[in-house]
């Protein structure tokens, strides 16, 4: 039997779309296209893990930033936040969607180093003049204004409380899916294992699936989070995309602090927020950081014991005494040319999409990046947001544009 809202058998031979993932990028396209008075067409979504255990949606810590190092991505989260904040106006009004909001206690960057510092400087100037409200603090206005911690090796730090924090991610996603299979999305339990190309090798004419099925497409979208390098090889692509672990924590302070806590990006790596009654929910990696297999989601409880845990309780010393509630590893779907993702056609395999390499910054992109992908797919060009800059011919021409805020 097929999962709740899926199907295991296509009810057609032909869709003028496949989207290849079903998470919240491949989502997000869907309801796009359907929110689209000038697309008409059919569209499947192909999902291989129905219950969405393992994909990089499942194991988000759902938060929103616009402090990037590009004005793009600046722009791109400035959208979510808008989309977020006005999710039933943007779904049509539709009373069943509740309201949400934007829980924004901010991001806190801390540099110890001079040379970090800068980087902050940097990003602020971009940041500031596509209209975020980053500030940034030196040590002693940090300590003035979050009395718990402690600053006496950073240099400078950076914050913005303006529609930064946390927000619920997995409602969106729920309504988007919901929508978009109303509106005559269908959604298919199954794996593409193979793509057919035409005789000159310039389009995808059809994917088979594991059951033996052959579906033919007019687009395709290669949607699959960390397994984006395995879709585009069946369509003879080679892209930069691998998963990379990522670890969190929630635990509970003996003695919590007595206000919210921003994101605290510490220089050790490890970050850690505010979870609300007590609660705070803490993330970070090995330093020896390798493409690991997509089914590998096992703890490295040595790392909380003796990096992460360590590293909080410096910062942060009313944390000594804390208790692990809950723990989970997930995946980035990392782009290892230059942590942006990768959207728009292949330039020679015209009809095969990219939406692939969020590095970590995927589900606050999502709104952004679904409705750039659904004017791409009708248009053939972006309407909103350009986002040409993340067209694959950059890495073919060796010319990445890095990211240098990822977490």
Not at 253 to 263: C, K, S, T
Not at 360 to 367: C, D, R, T
Request: glycine share 8%; proline share 4%; charged share 20%.
């Amino acid at each position: 039997m097929p999962a709740s809202g899926f199907t295991d058998t296509p009810s057609r031979a032909s869709y003028d779309v496949v989207i290849v993932g079903g998470a919240i990028m491949g989502s997000s396209t869907a309801w796009f296209l359907t929110d689209n008075a000038d697309f008409d067409g059919s569209v499947l979504v192909i999902e291989k893990d129905p219950a969405y255990e393992k994909c990089s949606t499942a194991h988000t810590n759902s938060c929103m930033r616009q402090q990037f190092s590009t004005e793009l991505n600046v722009r791109i989260s400035q959208f979510a936040a808008d989309f977020v904040k006005n999710i039933r106006s943007y779904m049509g009004g539709d009373a069943r969607i509740p309201e949400l909001g934007i829980q924004s206690y901010g991001y806190m960057y801390l540099a110890d180093t001079e040379a970090f510092a800068d980087v902050l400087r940097a990003n602020q100037k971009v940041q500031r003049a596509a209209g975020a409200a980053t500030q940034l603090m030196t040590a002693d206005e940090i300590k003035a204004a979050y009395p718990f911690y402690t600053v006496d090796d950073i240099v400078l730090g950076s914050i913005n409380t303006v529609d930064e924090g946390y927000w619920d991610g997995h409602t969106v996603f729920e309504w988007w899916r919901r929508q978009a299979r109303e509106r005559g999305v269908e959604y298919l339990q199954g794996e593409v294992v193979a793509m057919t190309r035409n005789a000159a090798g310039t389009r995808i004419e059809s994917v088979t699936l594991a059951s033996g099925d052959v579906i033919a497409c007019g687009q395709l979208v290669n949607a699959s989070g960390p397994r984006a390098a395995r879709t585009a090889a069946m369509a003879g692509i080679d892209i930069p995309v691998e998963p990379r672990k990522r670890f969190t924590w929630i635990f509970k302070a003996e003695n919590p602090l007595g206000q919210q806590l921003p994101l605290t990006i510490d220089p050790s790596g490890i970050h850690v927020r505010e979870n609300g009654g007590g609660t705070y929910l803490a993330g970070g990696h090995t330093e020896y950081d390798p493409a690991v297999d997509f089914d590998d989601f096992a703890m490295d409880h040595s790392f909380w014991q003796e990096h992460a845990w360590p590293a909080i309780a410096t910062r942060i010393p009313q944390f000594e005494a804390i208790k692990v509630q809950s723990e989970w590893a997930g995946h980035y779907a990392m782009n290892v040319f230059d942590k942006n993702a990768i959207m728009g056609a292949h330039p020679e395999v015209e009809n095969f999409v990219f939406l692939n390499g969020f590095s970590g910054h995927g589900l606050q992109q999502s709104p952004a990046m679904g409705r750039g992908t659904a004017e791409w797919l009708t248009y053939g060009a972006y309407r909103s947001l350009d986002m040409t800059p993340f067209a694959f011919d950059r890495i073919v021409r060796n010319a990445p544009i890095v990211e240098k805020a990822v977490i």
